[in-house]
């Protein structure tokens, strides 16, 4: 046991010296994993005490650059400073030692561990736990008071919600002494309400002297909580801006290297006959949890049917259901003037013959089989068609001529019907899991989160060809945890929480406020 | 009724006795398998380093020096599935039943080519093994009825290692839990990347768990052959590394679950051996393999139904590998 690892944390943190000029500087950082160059010539400078945003598509370098600095990957060239010094940052120990914090995309976190192990991990204080632990909790409680971290700390991981957990993250940080933060995509798991604790947080923390890189997509963030931005796109930073002195298009611009819209064209509402009406369906989970309770609504032709929520809260099983995967417990459905009962046979099969299709929340796992070819991934689901297929056997040439129209009007790159799937980027992958799905002439499209992980360039796309759908005729119900994508893209909106609809609105009158009260629970409308 | 209690005292006299090797090689385990590393190359490692003990004994005449032979032997097999799944992150169940092939045709390929024994290696003499510890007031214990016999033949009357492996349970069960290095091991198991982005090497730590597994493997060679035993023969560890594995799964891979369920498999094969030939009321005699397939038997059911599910540890069986 050092001592100095003991006394580190306790210090408050001051402000440094009004001489230093910046408290990170990367110069001209060059990182290839095998024949890609994930950061090439990259250099970087933030300012003490500031909080600076890093904003591009996926791939564009952010994370393996953050891991550069973090320790966890060594660059091919270049040079790290911190506080006007160069520094070999090779190994997150050394990173941790000269007060760099990382709070990651996915949590590292220990789940079956308590909060107050997970923090303690690494710098246990003693050799022996019960020692160390009343020495940690004692710094802990400190730090948790100064800024505003509320946490239980006997609670186990996996008990707590996701808000709490990277709190407990922050703590880590903290705990080891951190001067530098860097925050890695922190609010795609948040809800409106816990996004803007986290921000109040990083504030408080920046008035003490803490200077915070914050990586994400989210440009409205962005413009709200930085001081200073950068935009990374191709594994360059193409673009400094003051954030006062831009704009989100501008870095949107930046970010795609083209001109981007922003806003979505929504067709007038042309609402048709009821297609879809659920009534009172209920679902107990296999651990007999009550994941959906007495959920009713219905969806007309033409309209866009939004389900707003924060991840876990009865969605994933209610597309479940609709699409066949899960049985009906309780309840019914009514698809196209035909009613399913739970004695009533149910599964994927059946609901593409009544018109139901699924762009699923996980594409990866569900919507395609990664190893695949896309011409073989471009039929999957309705391969038994008779356009496909010479009885017996899978008539590939007509396949292939399908697909290659496929992804050329849908716009998925590259433009081959002979790749793996799984060498797509997910934009592109989504791209033609709602190509295929488009193309089977659905009455009912299920979405689930479509845009998850995918880039502005492909999102844009993504939108306009559910707007065109939804032109025609087709009634969607799209399942997001995105607010902006519900609020933007719906004509109705319902809000649930905890297996229930706790609300309901015409989304030319709602809020994100309101929508994150509903979403937390706390009001019910 | 004083021939059933004499009876269940031998019977448990020999639980202990079978139970010792298993015990070690369940620690073992759950040294290796809560650092995330499955360990199925128990069962070669107790042979090789049972070998070892009686070559190393009987070519230098001290069991201690082939105690400690033995260690290194087993050590030494860790270390080579270490590299070829921690370091090269190939796949630990492959590795392990190498080991295990490894151990079961070079004990033999050896013994014979030391000994010409066919494959067995000399007998050792009562000075060079562990023998029965006598613990004192033997005698006046045997004026006390029921705990005295239990005592006098249950408790006393084996050699170290017996002992050494009861001291083995809690020594694993304090070093894992109560431990910075083992809140640091069962983190390692759980979710590595948060052992490495905390600052400590993943390697390092999966390193260092299965050395300590192969010490105590290395003590399970050591018992059969230059403790229980006098001197090896081959096969001799008999499939007790699996028995041992099953009883860790049974334990949750928690050390005091994992010493009461070694215990109920060295019980069940104790009571085997007293069944062999014997005709039961009702039943018949019972063919000895129905005996020796019933730890197998007990785990599956009781794990399938009963004890509730055992989670094994997060990241077991994975490679760590920061980059993708």
Redesign the interface.
Known sequence: MKTNENRRGNETIVSLPPYIKSAIELKNITKR?GHVVANSDVNLKVNPGTIHGIVGENGAGKSTLMNIL?G??KPDSGMIYLNDQAVDVN???????LGIG?V?Q?F??????TVL??V?????G?????S?EEFVLNRLKGLSKNYGLDVDFEAIISDIPVGMQQRVEIL?ALN?GAKILILDEPTGVLTPQETIGLFDILRSLREQGVTIILITHKLKEIMSITDTVSVMRGGKVVADFSTEKTSPEELAENMVGRKVLLSIKKPSLKLGKKVLEVKNVSHESKDGVNVLKDISFDLKEGEILGIAGVAGNGQSELLDILSGIETLQRGQITVNDKTIVPSQEWNSKKAREFGVAHVPEDRQKRGLVLPFYNYENSILGYHRNEEYSSGFLMDKRKILNFVDDLVKNFDVRPRSSSISSGKLSGGNQQKLVLAREIESNPKILLVGQPTRGVDIGAIERIYEDLMKLKSKGTAILLVSVELDEIMSLSDRIVVMNQGTIVGETNSSDATELDLGKMMSGLEQV | MLESLQLIISLLDSTIRIATPLIFCAMAGIFSERSGIIDIGLEGKMLLSAFVAATATFLTGSPILGLFAAILASCSASLIHGFACITNKGDQVISGLAINILASGLTITLGIALFSRGGQTPPLASEQRFMPIEFPFLDQMNYVPVLGDLFVEVISGHNILVYLSVLAVFFTYYVI????????L??VG??P????????SVIRMRYQSILIAGMLCGLAGAYLSIAHGAGFGREMSAGKGYIALAAMIFGKWNPIPTLFACLLFGFLEALGVRLEGVELLWIGEVPVQVMQALPYVLTVVLLAGFIGKARAP?AIGVPYS???
């Open positions: 994993f973090f966890l990957y190994s997150p120990e050394k990173s941790i030692a990382m990651h996915h590292m976190l220990v789940p079956t561990f192990e997970n303690m991990l690494g710098n246990e003693s050799m022996f736990l019960k160390g880590k080891r | 839990f109560k431990t910075r290095f083992g809140l640091r069962r983190a759980e979710k990347e948060a052992v490495d982005t905390a600052g400590i997060g920061k980059e993708g």
